[in-house]
């Protein structure tokens, strides 16, 4: 597989300077197949990560905050493997974007103001990717249960901004 190829050399080498002829070698395939399902080798981080949370999705709508976020780590920690990955790389943005993409549906309503409803849930999904950056850099030592009380704590005392 072209995602498991790229996976493999990107924790051999910086994705920078990772070729898409590496990758179709490393995947033994050749340059035509990788360009009939991708334009670029970035396209096949997204496809990786949309593939990894199909069954991450299905979940979401009915839990609560903490069971969320009990979710969404145990998520991280199963694959870590590829996070730790990406973020050595410096392409935590896509999984960042992956994500930011999936939490405002499943967002408790603060305000009726749409516009601040918008904003109010970025700020929180800025906050857990944050935590789980800190978390994966440290190599997911913490547990599941102690990260997840650290985001609530975190939540529920949250510092003025000025």
């Known amino acids: ?44 981080i997204d496809f990786q990560l949309d593939m990894m949370l199909t069954d991450y999705k299905k979940e979401l709508t009915t839990l609560s905050i903490e069971q969320y976020l009990h979710h969404h780590f145990e998520f991280v920690q199963r694959n870590a493997d590829y996070f730790i990955t990406l973020y050595k790389n410096n392409l935590s943005s896509f999984a960042y974007e992956k994500f930011s993409g999936l939490l405002p549906d499943t967002m408790p309503i603060w305000s009726a103001d749409p516009i601040e409803q918008e904003y109010r849930s970025a700020y929180i999904i800025s906050g857990i990717e944050a935590i789980q950056r800190v978390w994966i850099s440290r190599g997911c030592l913490e547990s599941i249960d102690e990260i997840v009380a650290i985001a609530v704590r975190a939540q529920e005392k949250q510092v003025p901004l000025w």
């Open 1 to 44: 597989m072209i995602a498991d190829a790229l996976f493999s050399l990107m924790q051999r080498k910086p994705f920078q300077h990772i070729s898409v002829t590496e990758i179709c070698e490393e995947a033994a395939i050749g340059r035509k197949t990788f360009y009939r399902n991708f334009e670029v080798k970035e396209d096949v």
